[in-house]
């Protein structure tokens, strides 16, 4: 997959994100409706001029220069189901890998498609939580497996 | 109000790089002496830097012997040990020899069950805590052998510790959790028991620190906030006297109190470093922002920690795989 965008857009990232495949089933998270384009909420702070020294004085202007900001909602195919961790990991490696450009990512639960929803939200951005769960080599190698893009 | 205006400007005096861009260097420590620093990565290792002849800052030692990310580091009171908590669920204990800037393994804490997130010695360097995923504070004490005796485990917190961190001349532990609350621990007739804790934050606690006397606390977490505490003498409690709000955009990871200065440093995944100070010297209990630094890193900034010998002297590492020292300048001008 190449990419040589200026700006990224939601498009890009669902390109990115649409044929990871389910940790469970042999399906997509595209096929399984798990991320949908109209989910996913990108700012690209790269149209902003770099210009540090202006922000040295304190005030609360927010200049976000050189990375895109990435907002995503997942639906897991069942309230319960205990994977949705793992798809967000997928999720957030393969843009991490596959994104030609710096960038933040949050993820999130779709609001009412999950039964412990918090839980998993608090889980799924905790920097610490997500660098434990890649140094597990189980969890390393089934990330791997679904981020894997072999169809192409 | 007073005439005078001070501006600031936070000048970078010293950077480092890690061989492999983009390594998440995770925490750093000065060597009392302030001469000297620690940090640990993704990488696995604990690097040791100082500056040569020429004043420049480099590489002196990699400490090599963790299975996983080094997630904190920590030097004894006396600088002649420095402690590593690593996610491979050990701790390591580093000896600097006498004349040298060398280190060799001398021991490794084992017990936590999950990742250790965090280490702190005490302000005597007899006692050292550790904390983990697994819930729980051991607390070890030092021997004469180099060898490290558990006195105590304890639980009480609902998820991950986050933070440990000890009193600056008592016998108090101060601990920070991704159950949003902060607990202090205390030895009760030999036993280690919560004597408080501290509800006030709306999501994860990342990173704790005490003013010099340690009358005050300062935390800061995954809500973006940055709440400032105090002991109630009164009531023995502390208190919440002050918050910060939504001044990043991102969590704050860091916090740290200069005993020299009083002012307080934050760093955050919004890549920017905030400096903060007491509003002025009639109001103890109230604090503002001298200066915020954007686009401190180029990725997430994971520590800021002062100088403990040289005044606003900080130092600060992050997600670039970066280690960056800055001078806080002070100009006054009359406005």
């Known amino acids: 997959m190449i990419m040589n965008y200026n700006v990224i857009d ?5 390109d990115i994100i649409r044929h990871i495949k389910d940790p469970e089933f042999p399906k997509t998270l595209e096929e399984l409706k798990v991320v949908n384009e109209d989910w996913i909420t990108v700012i690209d702070f790269d149209k902003n001029n770099n210009n540090d020294e202006l922000n040295d004085n304190g005030n609360k202007e927010n200049v976000n220069n050189g990375y895109c900001f990435i907002k995503i909602l997942f639906q897991p195919t069942v309230p319960h189901c205990h994977l949705a961790p793992t798809i967000a990991l997928c999720i957030r490696e393969k843009i991490k890998e596959y994104l030609p450009k710096r960038s933040k990512i949050e993820i999130y639960i779709k609001p009412g498609t999950h039964q412990t929803e918090d839980e998993i939200n608090k889980q799924i951005n905790d920097k610490e939580r997500i660098i434990a769960a890649l140094e597990n080599p189980e969890i390393f190698q089934l990330v791997k497996k679904c981020i894997k893009e072999d169809d192409y | 109000m007073s005439d005078t ?17 983009y390594d998440k260097v995770w925490n750093l420590a000065w060597h009392p002496n302030g001469e000297i620093l620690a940090t640990c990565a993704n990488d696995k290792y604990i690097q040791i830097w100082s500056k040569d002849a020429n004043d420049k800052w480099g590489l002196v030692q990699s400490l090599e012997g963790h299975e996983k990310t080094v997630r904190r ?6 600088g002649r040990f420095l402690a590593g908590a690593s996610f491979d669920a050990s701790t390591s204990i580093w000896e600097k020899s006498k004349d040298e800037l060398e280190f060799t393994h001398v021991s490794s804490l084992e017990g936590h069950t999950f990742e250790v ?12 805590a550790t904390c983990s995923r697994d819930k729980s504070i051991w607390i070890w004490q030092m021997e004469d052998d180099n060898d490290f005796e558990c006195l105590s485990i304890n639980s009480g917190h609902g998820q991950d510790i986050k933070c440990v961190l000890w009193h600056p001349n008592q016998e108090l532990l101060a601990s920070s959790s991704y159950d949003d609350t902060i607990k202090f621990w205390k030895d009760i007739e030999g036993d280690w ?21 340690g009358d005050k606390l300062v935390s800061c977490g995954e809500d973006k906030m940055v709440l400032f505490w105090k002991f109630d003498k009164e009531n023995e409690k502390w208190i919440n006297i002050f918050k910060f709000k939504d001044e990043n955009s991102r969590p704050i990871y860091s916090i740290d109190w200069s005993h020299l200065t009083n002012r307080i440093a934050t760093g955050s995944a919004d890549d920017s470093i905030i400096i903060y100070e007491q509003e002025s010297n009639d109001t103890p209990d109230k604090y503002k922002i001298v200066l915020k630094k954007q686009n ?17 002297i900080l130092a600060s590492c992050g997600d670039d795989g970066s280690i960056k020292i800055w001078e806080l300048q002070e100009d006054s001008t009359c406005s």
């Open chain 2, 5 to 21: 205006m001070k501006e600031y400007s936070l000048k970078l005096i010293g950077s480092m790089q890690k061989e492999t861009p």
């Open chain 2, 73 to 78: 580091v920590a030097w004894s009171p006396c």
């Open chain 2, 296 to 312: 401190a890193h180029d990725s997430d900034v994971n520590c800021t920690k002062w100088n403990p010998k040289f005044k606003n």
């Open chain 1, 10 to 14: 939601k498009i890009d990232v669902f």
């Open chain 2, 117 to 128: 997130k965090s280490v702190a010695w005490d302000s005597t360097g007899t006692l050292l």
């Open chain 2, 193 to 213: 028991e919560c004597i408080n804790t501290l509800a006030g934050h709306e999501s994860s606690i990342w990173d704790l620190a005490f003013n010099k006397d």
